[in-house]
């Protein structure tokens, strides 16, 4: 059984297959209060314009399409006028096009119906602080807060006066932030981790999206990663989330049972499925070269009747676009945005699209190979993996943590820390509420090494239960306790050995710097790496309150 490990790779480094756009200060818009703007209404359809932050040089802007009708709405096209001192530079999920300060938005293929009682959400930033639009016009037909006129586009007289709501009191776990944690397929085998202990450590509850990895991209198409650990698997009741065992004729088993089991138990709980990762990102190239056929392929297995119901999204972890990972990929800057296009025209709005995507913040780096900006409009959410910048694939070092959430001083390289990477998605007009920040549930760590402090020489990885170089949070916390801390993260010196990881003393401080910068919340690699009680997940869903 060949095992696939979640290999981190910011550099591109090969490394051995084992188990395994708005402006900078957009960050401080989850910070203000969203003020609702008069519905501007034609007919059976709406339009109301809500402030979603504004730091006085820009603002951002949710733009919520209603029809309020009692038939179905077969495409829209919504014209409007901004004050002098705005102007869009940025905008997300509708086709913008500007003529002076008219500008006329249209639905996306995958948007362009809305049944009876339904709404769709655009959004863009703009330049200047917050204004009403001063015109407004949905399908051609004229409106002024409500009642349509016979003039195209008229101007009103006065400009809609705002009326300020609070802040929504609905508050989904954690604090309104995204926890999401990695469910590794291989995991049942060797780590004998089940859906059952997400249950039984406590964390199910704590989190908020579960991605499933991994799914193949086997000849640029969707493809079942372990077919046995997927849906075969029979479970005995002692092993099943529910206490029920699984009998020789049922339709479904394995991992996809257990999981639709525990989403059962847990109703906000949901499931993404997650393809590519270190080891099977190769079959990207091949999909961005069709990237219609790829979405179609991966529209059809996570909808597979034998499952269905069970799979909330979809993940694209292409280790990495434009640039070198395990393989190489030359498909262009483009690339990565063409394939995330295919499948949102392909899921359309309701169904999940995320991204796990390079941490590499360094000038010229990863991030700046590939249109990552241009893909984020599509995503619900992008997860630059803010881990594994440093290890024993360099094995005499020098010894670093291998998640630093900020630099210091003697850094092994510039730009490899989450803030840089953070700061760099978020400069390219990624909101910042769109990022999760990063974090391992794991060590990486070096043998033959005398000095204590970061930045020593070694003689090769330490050893490690599955991989040499790496361990578990569960086994590091009492093998090789951290002795001291450094770019927001620990580090440990036992013996000979020595180790970077996150506790959850620092986890804190991660999750009081993610608040800060505005970001959505936080995910992880991955549940079995965590102790039997869940505490790194405990103190990643506290810190995120």
């Given at each position: ?475 590091l916390k009492t093998k090789c306790p951290a002795t001291g801390t450094v770019g927001g993260t620990a580090y440990a010196k036992c013996g000979s050995e020595w180790w970077g990881y996150d506790t959850p003393s620092t986890l804190a401080g991660k999750t009081s ?9 936080a995910f992880f690699w991955e549940l079995s790496g965590d102790t039997a009680n869940g505490e790194l997940i405990s103190a990643l869903s506290n810190g995120l309150k």
């Amino acid at each position: 059984m060949a095992f696939i490990r979640h290999s981190r790779i910011p550099t591109g480094r090969r490394r051995p297959v084992l188990i395994t756009t708005a402006l900078a200060a957009v960050a401080a818009l989850l910070a203000t209060l969203a003020v609702a703007q008069p519905a501007f209404a034609a007919g059976t359809i709406s339009a109301t314009f809500t402030s979603a932050g504004d730091w006085g040089t820009g603002h951002q802007v949710n733009v919520k399409v209603t029809n309020s009708g009692t038939t179905p709405v077969n495409g829209w096209t919504l014209e409007f006028d901004l004050p002098a001192g705005n102007a869009l530079s940025s905008s997300w999920d509708a086709d913008v096009t500007r003529a002076g300060n008219h500008y006329t938005a249209k639905n996306k293929g995958w948007s362009a119906t809305l049944a009876p009682g339904a709404s769709f959400t655009w959004g863009y930033v703009a330049t200047g602080p917050f204004a009403s639009p001063t015109a407004c016009s949905i399908n051609g037909v004229a409106c002024t807060g409500g009642t349509p006129t016979t003039s195209p586009t008229p101007t009103p007289t006065t400009t809609p006066t705002p009326t300020p709501t609070p802040t929504p009191t609905t508050t989904p776990q954690p604090g309104g932030k995204k926890l999401v944690g990695y469910f590794t397929e291989w995991g049942v085998y060797g780590r004998n981790y089940h859906a059952k202990n997400v249950a039984t450590s406590g964390s199910a509850s704590k989190l908020t999206h579960i991605l499933y990895a991994f799914g193949n991209t086997t000849g640029g198409k969707c493809s079942i990663g372990d077919s046995y650990a997927a849906y075969d698997k029979a479970y005995t009741a002692a092993d099943s989330v529910d206490g029920v065992a699984d009998t020789w004729d049922q339709p479904l088993r394995g991992n996809f049972n257990q999981l639709k089991k525990l989403k059962a138990m847990n109703p906000g709980l949901k499931v993404i499925w997650s393809f590519g990762g270190w080891t099977w990102s190769s079959g990207f190239t091949q999909a961005a070269a069709n990237p219609t056929a790829f979405a179609e392929s991966c529209h059809q297995l996570l909808n597979d009747p034998r499952w269905a119901g069970l799979f909330d999204g979809i993940d694209i972890d292409w280790e990495y676009p434009n640039a070198c990972g395990l393989t190489c990929d030359s498909s262009g800057p483009a690339a990565f945005n063409n394939v995330i296009t295919a499948l949102r025209n392909k899921f359309g709005a309701s169904t999940l699209i995320t991204a796990a995507i390079t941490a590499d913040g360094s000038s010229g780096g990863k991030i700046d190979a590939a249109d990552y900006a241009g893909g984020a409009l599509k995503l619900d959410w992008i997860m630059p993996m803010s881990y594994d910048y440093f290890g024993a694939f360099n094995p005499t070092g020098p010894t670093a943590p291998h998640s630093p959430l900020t630099s210091y001083a003697g850094i092994p390289q510039a730009g490899f820390n989450t803030e840089a990477a953070v700061d760099k998605l978020i400069g390219k007009g990624i909101p910042a509420n769109k990022i999760l920040l990063g974090v391992g549930f794991y060590g990486r760590g070096w043998t033959g090494v005398t000095q204590t402090a970061p930045g020593g020489s070694a003689t090769g990885a330490a050893p490690g239960a599955y991989e040499a170089g790496i361990e578990d949070y569960k086994v590091l916390k009492t093998k090789c306790p951290a002795t001291g801390t450094v770019g927001g993260t620990a580090y440990a010196k036992c013996g000979s050995e020595w180790w970077g990881y996150d506790t959850p003393s620092t986890l804190a401080g991660k999750t009081s710097w993610a608040k800060g910068k505005g970001l959505g919340g936080a995910f992880f690699w991955e549940l079995s790496g965590d102790t039997a009680n869940g505490e790194l997940i405990s103190a990643l869903s506290n810190g995120l309150k």
